[in-house]
């Protein structure tokens, strides 16, 4: 069965340094969305993605974030400058229509 | 401020019983409702979908709409140790894109 994945597992970073956060999105599939949950918290939406533009972006996806799909398979998000509250599980998934399916995820750690 | 409802917990069931998790939204426009399962430090696993009013039934899993009552729900049946985890609830928001989850509710299946 075709899946969402996502890599690095965990990341590690120091504050003010940047991040890249990688997906492979099912491969028939046109949408493609982030989602940051901190530890103990509630999945929270941050950007769609269709037809090589945003569709859709959260109040916390402000200027430090931005997604970009670099070739036909990968979907990434990029965090300039990383601040403490960066640090959270991100998940990428993807739909071909309203069911989104996600990745397990990336564990970001930010010191 | 859009916003999904659910009862943290934990709701115990014995192995066997129906479970019942429910879920209420605020935003009256909403049009597609879904069901994930989020075992610990893992990623959502999606559940059920359901866009109409009514019943939906998938193996042992049926979910409930009732969108004048802006409400959905989720009953497990012959429910299993393997069924305890954090079951979240996401509606679509106006856009069609971003899912909006609520906090989940914990399940604990005892044996």
């Known amino acids: 069965e075709p899946e969402v994945t996502q890599t690095p597992s965990h990341q590690v970073t120091q504050m003010g340094q940047e991040v890249i956060l990688r997906c492979v999105p099912i491969s028939n599939h046109l949408y493609f969305y982030w989602y940051r949950q901190i530890l103990g918290q509630k999945v929270e939406f941050l950007v769609s993605?269709?037809?090589?533009?945003?569709?859709?972006k959260s109040e916390i996806f402000d200027d430090q974030f931005s997604v970009e799909r670099p070739d036909g398979s990968n979907f990434t998000l990029k965090i300039r400058s990383t601040k403490l509250e960066d640090s959270a599980m991100y998940f990428c998934a993807s739909s071909e229509q309203g069911e989104q399916y996600f990745g397990p995820g990336t564990r970001l750690t930010v010191t | 401020q859009k916003e999904v409802e659910q009862n943290s917990g934990p709701l115990s069931v014995p192995e066997g019983a129906i479970a019942s998790l429910n879920c209420t939204y605020s935003d009256r426009v909403s049009q597609s409702f879904f069901w994930y399962r989020q075992y610990s430090g893992k990623s959502p696993e999606l559940i059920m979908s359901i866009y109409s009013n009514g019943d939906k039934e998938d193996g042992r899993f049926t979910a409930q709409l009732n969108k004048a009552s802006q409400y959905v729900s989720l009953l497990i049946r012959d429910s299993q140790p393997s069924d305890s985890a954090t079951y979240l609830c996401a509606v679509n928001d106006q856009a069609g894109t971003a899912l909006i989850f609520g906090k989940g509710t914990t399940l604990s299946v005892s044996s």
């Open positions: 993605f269709y037809n090589n533009e945003i569709s859709e």
